[in-house]
């Protein structure tokens, strides 16, 4: 059986002063040698979160695909059969693509990487 913890710690529990928080630094005033600050983002659109993004998502619409969980190990396994550089997300790709194109939308599907693809 567990011991029940003390009702009181009395003196046993010793907390260190804190120290008091530090103020921040003073940003230097800009000098005329140093760049101009780059001008702010809208707030629509693309902000601090669009500045950490890599160049083709930023130029990429983001779309949520909900598959049943048996399909998409599935298409795991179709993925890993092709090879361990295959990924699912290229495979999806590959499918939107031949639709769109089946049902005769012309408008590109893929954005294009600005470093060629690995194997062409």
């Known amino acids: 059986m ?5 009702v009181s710690y009395g003196g046993t ?9 530090e103020p921040p630094p ?7 040698a140093a760049p101009s600050a780059p001008a702010p ?4 659109g693309e902000g601090a979160y669009a500045a950490r993004r890599r160049p083709m998502e930023s130029k990429s619409d983001p779309t949520i695909l909900y598959l049943h969980p048996d399909g998409k190990y599935e298409l795991k396994r179709f993925a ?13 790709m590959e499918a ?3 639709w769109a194109q089946r049902k005769g939308l012309t408008a590109p599907m893929r954005v294009p990487s600005e470093r060629p693809r690995r194997g062409q």
Not at 2 to 6: D, L, M, T
Not at 41 to 44: F, G, I, Y
Not at 80 to 92: E, M, N, R, S
């Open 2 to 6: 567990a011991k029940a913890p003390p």
């Open 80 to 92: 890993l059969a092709l090879g361990p550089k295959v990924k699912v997300h290229d495979l999806l």
């Open 13 to 21: 529990v010793k907390l260190a002063p804190s120290a008091p928080p």
């Open 26 to 32: 003073e940003a230097a005033p800009p000098t005329a």
């Open 41 to 44: 983002q809208s707030a629509v």
């Open 96 to 98: 939107i693509e031949e």
